[in-house]
């Protein structure tokens, strides 16, 4: 009886360390926020907590009718529209690429990939600050001998947002590339033999092979990719800190302003519950999707 009931117990000593990390810094940290959400905490609230009052959906309601907020809301849908898209397809493209070399050059450039992905990222962030600069900056002098215009790539309203999404995707390709590659790996080397054989090409083989069996990655490398997007922080923060006139502000740098700049943790904390309803939102319909190709 005594040894049953050791068996049945022991498992959960194996995953008890983890459970109580995740119950410290993620649940109890989640649900305290879902209580903050109702409340209007600020920094006053902190040291005197009778001054904290239960307010409903003000703050909810607030949120959806400040501008500031609903230029972030719109701001990161645009990074997620374009910068998702731009990441998946240039990694996998890049992966394929390496894939097809096995010479010392092929694994340099993995190296060269992957290293971006390593590099501080504010460090990075403040390089392409320099970088930008619309008088001094490199990309600028090279366009201006080469006959062209400068460009306000961080103080134009309509050019921030692509600056600060270039910068993200040259940052990010290099994990996403390492999933691709490992996952290319796994594809059997018969069935490109066996379509040499029948006379395809190398874009058929890459069609009807390469990518269909690389639909696992695809999904996880577009379902981490999507949520890193929904919390795009640093870039805007260092580069812009959410200008010109807040074309570049996404919601987290948003939350950020309202929660430890101005201390509103009340309706800072409603602005992450509803970027964080959306990411749970868009992370089902992928899930969803996923389970439709699979059943399909």
Same mark, same amino acid.
């Given at each position: ?44 609230? %902190? ?5 904290? #009052?239960? /307010? +409903? =959906?003000?703050?909810? !309601?607030? @949120? ?99 600056? %600060? ?5 040259? #940052?990010? /390709? +290099? =994990?996403?590339?390492? !999933?691709? @590659? ?115």
């Amino acid at each position: 009886m005594k040894n049953s009931l050791t068996r049945k117990i022991m498992p959960y000593t194996f995953i008890f360390p983890a459970l109580l990390l995740l119950l410290m810094f993620s649940i109890i940290p989640i649900i305290i926020s879902l209580v903050i959400n109702f409340t209007n905490l600020d920094i006053t609230g %902190l040291g005197n907590w009778q001054a904290v #009052k239960f /307010i +409903g =959906l003000d703050n909810f !309601i607030n @949120l959806f009718n400040d501008n500031l907020f609903l230029q972030s809301v719109v701001n990161t849908l645009f990074y997620v529209v374009f910068g998702v898209p731009a990441v998946i397809v240039i990694s996998l493209a890049v992966a394929i690429m390496i894939n097809f070399g096995q010479n010392k050059f092929f694994k340099l450039m993995r190296l060269v990939f992957y290293t971006p992905s390593i590099t501080n990222a504010v460090a990075v962030a403040v390089i392409w600050t320099f970088m930008y600069n619309p008088s001094t900056g490199l990309i600028n002098t090279v366009l201006n001998s080469l006959g062209f215009g400068s460009v306000g790539w961080l103080t134009d309203q309509h050019v921030a947002k692509i600056s %600060l999404i270039i910068l993200a995707v040259w #940052k990010a /390709i +290099g =994990l996403n590339m390492l !999933i691709f @590659l490992a996952a290319l790996q796994g594809v059997p080397k018969d069935l490109y033999e066996a379509a040499e054989l029948d006379g395809a090409s190398w874009w058929q083989q890459t069609r009807h092979i390469t990518i269909p069996s690389l639909k696992f990655s695809i999904f996880f490398v577009s379902v981490t990719t999507l949520i890193g997007w929904f919390q795009f922080f640093d870039e805007p923060f260092v580069m812009t800190k959410g200008g010109p006139l807040g074309s570049t502000n996404s919601v987290a740098l948003f939350v950020y302003q309202n929660g430890f700049q101005q201390s509103n943790f009340g309706y800072a904390a409603s602005a992450s519950f509803v970027m964080f309803t959306a990411i749970i939102i868009a992370t089902l319909i992928q899930f969803k999707i996923q389970r439709r190709q699979q059943n399909g």
